[in-house]
């Protein structure tokens, strides 16, 4: 991490007439967050002249190379108002690494990565790719909060592991949220390769997730048939007949009558 952070603010350096600066970065090393101070000290300090300042940058470290463990409150506090814009950060623990976010607002990338269940409730207008990662299961309100808070998401890349719980009948008959179909109207490419089997089933069954622009999907070939009942499965049919690239982690296309109703494109 000083490495970088002295190659970077070495480049900035010689920058000193910038005026304005558009910065995504993200770090897989260290033994800090870049927080506010870092950003100050190397590199608008750097930069008298600059009005116009947007940035995400992602810090990605190894728990046991983590000198201290800071919150999202401890982050924030590094930002001065005098200084800086609006800003907003995220800090996710894992049981082997650590990520934290800090970003501008408002959020004018196209792409962030490494988000898990606690992410701010703010409107993510120009985010067309995103990574989501936890090691706690995303449940069915994970996907709705997504869902409006990335309303022009084209890409979405999930990784979880972990099997969503088990709801009561009686307790999705109470919860309407529960029982809300979560709409993802412009996602065209869905990547389910590291996740738990019930995933598939959150964005396959139609009575869970509907995906009309959905043209592109990654999967483990056999988790598709289990969760299609080998493509005879009707409530998981609509959600996959506008697919025309069907990228398999693992298996080979056995073709059928069924898989052909399934998928007319391919």
Known sequence: ????????????????????????LTVHMGTVFIDGTHIYNNILIHLQQLRIFNFCICTDLRIDHLVHHLSKYDIQRTFSNAIYQDVDCMVQYGCNRATCHVFSLPFIFDYIGYIGNTFPSITFIHVRRLFVCDLVPFEHEFFIRIASCFPLLEHLNIYNIGPQLKVSTKLKSDNSQMNSIVKYSHLIWLELECVHIDYVEQFLNETKTHLPSLTRLTIYYS?????????????????????????LVVGIIERSKDFNVYFPLL
């Open 1 to 24: 991490m000083d490495m970088f952070i002295e190659s970077i603010s070495f480049l900035f350096r010689r920058m000193i007439n910038l005026e304005e600066l558009t910065l995504q």
């Open 223 to 247: 988790v598709l048939c289990n969760v299609t009942e080998n493509f005879t499965r009707y409530i998981t049919r609509r959600n996959c007949i506008k697919v025309n690239q069907l990228n």
